[in-house]
């Protein structure tokens, strides 16, 4: 006999706790507890740069995502704790840069504290547009910043592609891939169908 999810829930499904505006949510996953659950699944890397006046900044993300392709929208996240978060906060553009394996060294560079990460001038470079962004990145899209939603302790930042660099046969350049903690390389050895 079948139930009405309407009527019934089954004794071991998880409970989802309601909560009011005013107080915030009730109950909920600890911090270690939310990060134990994404632990194992597995993202892209992408390394966002931008300069609002006072120099460019960079960090590492696995929070980039295409959200519509008409118009072309994306998003990611920007941690209040990242030193490159009150300059990607005040600037119009930025750029996201899709990172292949090969390219383990910018994503290191990138998520690395208390460093000038654009010391090495043989690295990087300004577009025509004043961006600064990495040449080596299999590809990157500049794009223009259209909302910024505060979320917890980061800022959900939308982002209007402008212009980008394609790579020239997607097959070629395997992605960087972050997962448990440590960087991965997808290939064919790596394909299940």
Same mark, same amino acid.
């Given at each position: 006999?079948?139930?009405?999810?309407?009527?019934?829930?089954?004794?071991?499904?998880?409970?989802?706790?309601?909560?009011?505006?005013?107080?915030?949510?009730?109950?909920?996953?600890?911090?270690?507890?939310?990060?134990?659950?994404?632990?194992?699944?597995?993202?892209?890397?992408?390394?966002?740069?931008?300069?609002?006046? +006072?120099?460019?900044?960079?960090?590492?993300?696995?929070?980039?995502?295409?959200?519509?392709?008409?118009?072309?929208?994306?998003?990611?996240?920007?941690?209040?704790?990242?030193?490159?978060?009150?300059?990607?906060?005040?600037?119009?553009?930025?750029?996201?840069?899709?990172?292949?394996?090969?390219?383990?060294?910018?994503?290191?560079?990138?998520?690395?504290?208390?460093?000038?990460?654009?010391?090495?001038?043989?690295?990087?470079?300004?577009?025509?547009?004043?961006?600064?962004?990495?040449?080596?990145?299999?590809?990157?899209?500049?794009?223009?910043?259209?909302?910024?939603?505060?979320?917890?302790?980061?800022?959900?930042?939308?982002?209007?592609?402008?212009?980008?660099?394609?790579?020239?046969?997607?097959?070629?350049?395997?992605?960087?891939?972050?997962?448990?903690?440590?960087?991965?390389?997808?290939? +064919?050895?790596?394909?299940?169908?």
């Amino acid at each position: 006999m079948g139930h009405d999810s309407a009527d019934a829930t089954a004794p071991d499904s998880p409970r989802i706790e309601p909560s009011h505006p005013s107080l915030g949510p009730i109950g909920g996953l600890t911090a270690e507890e939310f990060k134990l659950a994404f632990r194992n699944h597995a993202a892209g890397v992408a390394v966002i740069t931008a300069d609002a006046g +006072d120099g460019p900044v960079g960090l590492t993300a696995t929070s980039v995502f295409s959200v519509s392709a008409e118009p072309p929208l994306l998003i990611f996240s920007l941690s209040s704790s990242s030193s490159s978060a009150p300059t990607i906060r005040a600037a119009d553009t930025v750029i996201v840069h899709l990172l292949g394996a090969d390219q383990i060294a910018l994503a290191r560079l990138c998520a690395t504290s208390g460093i000038d990460r654009f010391a090495d001038r043989t690295i990087w470079d300004r577009l025509i547009t004043g961006e600064p962004y990495f040449p080596s990145a299999h590809a990157w899209i500049r794009g223009r910043v259209v909302n910024r939603m505060e979320a917890g302790a980061s800022t959900v930042v939308a982002v209007h592609a402008l212009q980008a660099k394609l790579p020239v046969d997607a097959g070629d350049a395997p992605p960087l891939v972050y997962h448990n903690r440590a960087y991965h390389s997808l290939g +064919d050895h790596s394909r299940l169908q």
